[in-house]
T-cell receptor, first 111, second 119 residues
Framework: DTEVTQTPKHLVMGMTNKKSLKCEQH?????MYWYKQKAKKPPELMFVYSYEKLSINESVPSRFSPECPNSSLLNLHLHALQPEDSALYLC??????????FGPGTRLTVL | AQTVTQSQPEMSVQEAETVTLSCTYD???????LFWYKQPPSRQMILVIRQEAYKQQNATENRFSVNFQKAAKSFSLKISDSQLGDAAMYFCAYRSGRNYGGSQGNLIFGKGTKLSVKP
């Protein structure tokens, strides 16, 4: 089983809202990733968690706040986003440094 | 720094025919992994095939196979007996075999090739 789940599938929010994206995997993977993908572009890495510790932050604005409560769960907290933050947000997981398996993504629209 | 280049923004193939998608990469490393991911309009990124650089044998997964030319730094994907469900964006990706500090298997993607399949 190589399933990564993400909720919600779609999210529309205003610039003053606070919302969260959720990602879950039960494959025993200890590395989890957040990517941002704009239309017709490859995914761009945002954050990497390894053994529940943030190991990479690719200079992402502070209005995006990741959280890894346990080895199976990864959240992305959103606050005061801008319209240009509208994108597909993908979560992925892997055994440490191994093949990454992606979730179906959350389509975010910021009004 | 490593780079991945996909020189074909769009490709088209007739159903049941064979198509080859190109990918080249640049690296000074000897230990690395290469991947092809497929992203259909449903948007989920799906692993198609993986190749370890230390393996000379080309990877194969059913109708999908790669032509891995390590010296030429080329990693093309061949899709045989194309099906309508193969229509998608295909991304070639590179991952270093080493961990650089906090780097945990980060993927470097090409820009993608959009494949259309004609009935």
């Amino acid at each position: 089983d190589t399933e990564v789940t993400q909720t919600p599938k779609h999210l529309v929010m205003g610039m003053t809202n606070k919302k969260s994206l959720k990602c879950e995997q039960h494959m025993g993977h200890r590395a989890m990733y957040w990517y941002k993908q704009k239309a017709k572009k490859p995914p761009e890495l945002m954050f990497v968690y390894s053994y529940e510790k943030l190991s990479i932050n690719e200079s992402v604005p502070s209005r995006f706040s990741p959280e890894c409560p346990n080895s199976s769960l990864l959240n992305l907290h959103l606050h005061a986003l801008q319209p240009e933050d509208s994108a597909l947000y993908l979560c992925a997981s892997s055994l440490r440094g191994g093949t990454q398996y992606f979730g179906p993504g959350t389509r975010l629209t910021v009004l | 720094a490593q780079t991945v280049t996909q020189s074909q923004p769009e490709m088209s193939v007739q159903e049941a025919e064979t198509v080859t998608l190109s990918c080249t990469y640049d690296t000074s490393e000897s230990d690395y992994y290469l991947f092809w991911y497929k992203q259909p309009p449903s948007r989920q990124m799906i692993l198609v095939i993986r190749q370890e650089a230390y393996k000379q044998q080309n990877a194969t997964e059913n109708r999908f196979s790669v032509n891995f030319q390590k010296a030429a730094k080329s990693f093309s994907l061949k899709i045989s007996d194309s099906q309508l469900g193969d229509a998608a964006m295909y991304f070639c990706a590179y991952r270093s075999g080493r961990n650089y500090g906090g780097s945990q298997g980060n993927l470097i993607f090409g820009k993608g090739t959009k494949l259309s399949v004609k009935p």
